[in-house]
């Protein structure tokens, strides 16, 4: 089968730095992506990964472990911004995404 | 590029009618992918296809759902006989070389 699990929900406060984890399973892997949704909006790229290791853009950072199945978005210097849902998704063998529950972040003052 | 349009952007309908969303991607996109997504959920995958041919339909989607491309630009999703549980946002995305570029959404209402 196909599984992505993510966390639900997390918080945290301005300035800090927030780690959100992913744990895939499916039919085929050819990488991984974290997409960022504001409440009624599209979801918009954040990243992708696709061979094992960090891939850093700005103070966003993703990670990768294909032996695992398991990849992470790493948030620094958190901003009011930030509070969004973060979506996990890996695509198969037959190109298409498949997504998380997507984590619902909120970011404190 | 002006982006993955989609028309309408919010939908009310009653039980029962018939609704059809249209998706325009980017042009030079050869792939087009239509998910749902309800409140707190990640978006799922309904089909896609590659120029005019149809790849792949979820296994989960109800024979009401239709989706075609003809002439491999625009799309169109249409539901037949709409329930309740058709409530949703439903996203399309298009794609090129690897990257995926998501629409705004239609959101649908069936009251």
């Known amino acids: 089968g196909q599984n992505i699990d993510q966390p639900t929900e997390m918080t945290a406060t301005e300035g800090a730095i927030v780690q959100i984890n992913c744990t895939y399973q499916?039919?085929?892997?050819?990488?991984l992506f974290w997409y960022q949704q504001h409440a009624g909006e599209a979801p918009t790229f954040l990243s992708y990964?696709?061979?094992?290791g960090l891939e850093e853009k700005g103070r966003f950072s993703s990670f990768l472990s294909r032996s695992k199945g398991y990849s992470y978005l790493l948030l620094k210097e958190l901003q009011m911004k930030d509070s969004a849902s973060y979506l996990c998704?890996?695509?198969?063998?037959?190109?298409?995404?498949?997504f998380g529950t997507g984590t619902r972040l909120q970011v404190f003052p | 590029d002006t982006g993955v349009s989609q028309d309408p952007r919010h939908k009310i309908t009653k039980r029962g009618q018939n609704v059809t969303f249209r998706c325009d991607p980017i042009?030079?996109?050869?792939?087009l992918y239509w998910y749902r997504q309800t409140l707190g959920q990640g978006p799922e995958f309904l089909t896609y296809?590659?120029?005019?041919?149809?790849?792949?339909k979820s296994r989960l989607l109800s024979d009401r759902f239709s989706a075609e491309r003809p002439k491999g630009s625009f799309s169109t999703l249409e539901i037949q006989r709409t329930e309740q549980g058709d409530s949703a946002m439903y996203l399309c995305?298009?794609?090129?070389?690897?990257?995926?570029?998501f629409g705004s959404g239609t959101r649908l209402t069936v009251v």
């Open positions: 998704a890996a695509r198969d063998n037959t190109d298409k995404l498949i």
């Open positions: 042009s030079e996109h050869n792939r």
């Open positions: 990964n696709v061979l094992d």
């Open positions: 995305a298009s794609s090129y070389t690897g990257g995926y570029t």
């Open positions: 499916t039919s085929g892997f050819n990488g």
């Open positions: 296809f590659q120029n005019e041919a149809q790849l792949e």
